[in-house]
Nanobody
Framework: QVQPVESGGGSVQPGGSLRLSCKTSTSTRSFNIMSWYRQAPGKQREWVTSIQKDGLTAYADSVKGRFTISRDDARNTMFTQMNSLKPEDTAVYYC?????????WGQGTQVTVSS
């Protein structure tokens, strides 16, 4: 059973940085893909970034150049460094894991960017 647990959210001013973490109860080494999605108030959940088993990464255009996703298999944890944060980045951020067979979601962590 995979149980993603997010952490690292918080409140920052525009231009600030946060580092989100997603820790799983089983080895991240075997997961096909790990991703972050976000959902802002009144909006649909949207994909933000992903990292595949082979390390290949992808980013939504809205965060490209500002967010960096990485994975530490020894710690069963995925990270996303978020820099140059904007008010439009405000949302609940969810960790998603696809093992190749099943999908798992975390509970989410709130990110608020406001002056």
């Amino acid at each position: 059973q995979v149980q993603p647990v997010e952490s690292g959210g918080g409140s920052v001013q525009p231009g600030g940085s946060l580092r989100l973490s997603c820790k799983t109860s089983t080895s991240t080494r075997s997961f096909n893909i790990m991703s972050w999605y976000r959902q802002a108030p009144g909006k649909q959940r949207e994909w933000v970034t992903s990292i595949q088993k082979d390390g290949l990464t992808a980013y939504a255009d809205s965060v490209k150049g500002r967010f960096t996703i990485s994975r530490d298999d020894a710690r069963n944890t995925m990270f996303t460094q978020m820099n140059s944060l904007k008010p439009e980045d405000t949302a609940v951020y969810y960790c998603h894991v696809f093992t190749g067979v099943r999908h798992y979601w975390g509970q989410g962590t709130q990110v608020t960017v406001s002056s």
